[in-house]
């Protein structure tokens, strides 16, 4: 910032000297302000009156010059400096756009795996509260799985999933299918852990939560790897290593001028080009693969819209799980049977007094107002990023254009230097970008490759192929809906489940939700009003999910708003 700050105060002082032809300079008075003001080097160093230049390698002159062997090496060292200030300067608004985007989306993730499991754990805290001291190691393991998931740990859905469900059916077992005044004994409680995929107590929907899980997380997880990896692209290209005969021009472009005295001289249009696209020749092989990988990003974003968005599954977890319990409830005599025959009859130990150790009013600090229509859902601040991100695909296949004619080269009409005088005009051929496009190139000879661009390439390469993965299966289908309770929500009713998978017709509806985002990135106070519903039996009886066990119209309801008004008191 300071080289910034005086390199424009130079300007300002000198602002009033016109730029003459090359030849010998009249003094050397304006090189020495110019290097004091850059803090280049010892002001002694530089000649008070111009001199024969016998030993410079790259400002070579006829003439006598202001400038000697040292000022070269340090004008050298400052050209450098100066493109890799101004190539960050370019890239800086794109990185903030990527880094700001991707800790937001981050915080997101880790707010809605915070809400969820508030949500599953004030499920069994007003519906199961006999089963919730229980329960609540398992939902905390669960949710803490899925932060290590979409944050890159190397960890299976499928096998987290099944873990969940196999540590939930002792709790449910003890209390729903075969209460009894003791609880089981451990070594029982760890047969029915190893039992429970074998009696499936919960139906299908162990399985559905697997699908439901890796199509959600999944690419939830590689969209923030490939935000991570965009941080990583500009920052490599940011500190590009610059070859020997790229910084010979650099210097022959910007300082061999301040030799001749010609310290304002700007660069042609055509030379600027030629020498900053040989320099940027490897940089721009990045271009096609940039270019891929935003099209790929905005691609994935468009496929995590809809029913299996990470936003709806997450939020629609403890439903899921109400669905597994009635599940259970509704086939418990079938499933007693079938435990006598694996496990046998049930081992007790004396019961442990029952306690909710989910403190509501305490976990939900910071969550603020929840929304179901808000303006910016996850899915809205996706596109928008996307929206701006596009803006930048072409980013590196024009960034010698947009260097040399937003920072670097003369304006069109005004005389200019081509690395040699100050002219009207430049008259070599200017090549193209890229590396195969520099043969020929007048100003920079470039040979090869460089290693740290082609591994960025690969990179690159690597992160399209998982945005583009045909891993990602296809979303399940959702074929009935219907209208909640005053219509203000929207029930989604699995049509996947039928009878032959244990299902009894069971499925109390996932509520369509919608989280909204606030500056904070928190959402807000959760609303269980779908907690508590209603299941009909194959016999047509009703079932509450409240862990009471089967009971009268009346009396749920009775039941039910007294809790509702418990719950409201809770949460006021």
Not at 240 to 264: E, I, W
Not at 376 to 388: D, G, P, Q, V
Not at 506 to 525: A, L, Q
Request: proline share 4%; glycine share 8%.
């Amino acid at each position: 910032m300071a080289g910034k700050g005086l390199g424009l105060a130079v300007l300002l002082l000198l602002a009033a000297t016109a730029a003459r032809g090359a030849g010998e300079p009249r003094g050397c008075e304006a090189v020495r302000k110019v290097f004091q003001l850059r803090q280049l080097g010892p002001l002694r160093g530089v000649p008070d009156s111009p001199r024969a230049g016998v030993d410079l390698q790259v400002c070579t002159s006829k003439n006598p010059t202001c400038c000697n062997k040292k000022m070269e090496e340090r004008y050298q060292t400052a050209a450098k400096q100066d493109i890799q200030q101004v190539l960050q300067t370019s890239s800086a608004t794109l990185k903030f756009l990527i880094s700001r985007n991707a800790a937001a989306f981050q915080e997101t993730f880790e707010t809605l795996i915070r809400l969820a499991e508030n949500y599953t754990s004030t499920l069994f805290c007003n519906a199961y509260r006999n089963m919730a001291a229980e329960a609540a190691t398992g939902i905390q393991e669960f949710f803490t799985d899925v932060g290590l998931f979409i944050f890159g740990t190397d960890i299976s859905t499928e096998e987290f999933v099944n873990r969940f469900f196999d540590n939930l059916f002792p709790v449910v077992y003890n209390h729903i299918i075969n209460p009894g005044q003791t609880d089981v004994s451990l070594e029982y409680a760890e047969c029915l852990r190893m039992a429970r995929r074998d009696i499936r107590p919960f139906g299908n929907i162990p399985k559905k939560v697997i699908g439901q899980m890796g199509r959600s997380l999944l690419p939830s997880r590689t969209f923030l790897q490939a935000l991570n990896l965009g941080i990583e692209v500009i920052n490599t290209t940011d500190h590009l290593h610059f070859s020997k005969d790229c910084s010979r021009a650099l210097l022959r472009m910007q300082y061999c001028p301040h030799c001749q005295g010609l310290t304002l001289s700007k660069p042609c249009m055509g030379y600027c080009l030629n020498v900053i696209r040989g320099c940027l020749a490897y940089m721009a092989e990045v271009d096609l693969h940039w270019q891929a990988y935003i099209q790929s990003l905005e691609e994935l974003s468009s496929a995590m819209r809809g029913t299996y968005d990470i936003e709806h599954v997450l939020l629609n977890f403890h439903s899921v799980v109400n669905d597994a319990l009635i599940q259970a409830r509704v086939h418990g005599p079938e499933l007693s049977e079938q435990v006598n025959k694996v496990c046998g009859p049930p081992v007790r130990k004396p019961a442990q007094s029952p306690s909710c150790s989910f403190d509501q009013n305490k976990d939900n600090e910071g969550l603020k107002m929840f929304s179901r229509d808000s303006e910016e859902t996850l899915a809205n601040r996706r596109k928008e990023f996307i929206s701006h991100l596009r803006l930048y695909r072409a980013f590196y296949g024009g960034l010698a254009d947009q260097l040399c004619g937003n920072e670097l080269a003369a304006a069109d009409g005004l005389p200019c230097w081509n690395g040699e005088d100050v002219v009207r005009s430049y008259t070599l051929r200017v090549v193209g970008s890229g590396i195969k496009a520099q043969f020929g190139n007048p100003e920079v000879k470039v040979k090869g490759t460089d290693p740290v661009i082609n591994q960025i390439i690969d990179k690159l390469k690597h992160i399209i192929q998982l945005l583009q993965s045909k891993s990602f299966p296809k979303y399940y289908n959702w074929d009935l809906r219907q209208t909640g309770s005053g219509g203000s929500v929207d029930e989604e009713i699995s049509g996947d489940c039928d009878d032959e998978d244990g299902c009894g017709g069971s499925g109390i509806g996932e509520v369509k939700r919608v989280m909204k985002i606030t500056d904070s990135g928190v959402p807000d106070k959760m609303n269980l009003s779908d907690v508590k519903q209603i299941h009909q039996t194959n016999d047509g009886s009703t079932l509450d999910t409240t862990g009471i066990g089967s009971t009268t119209m009346a009396d749920y309801m009775t039941f039910m708003l007294m809790s509702l008004v418990t719950l409201f008191l809770s949460l006021w």
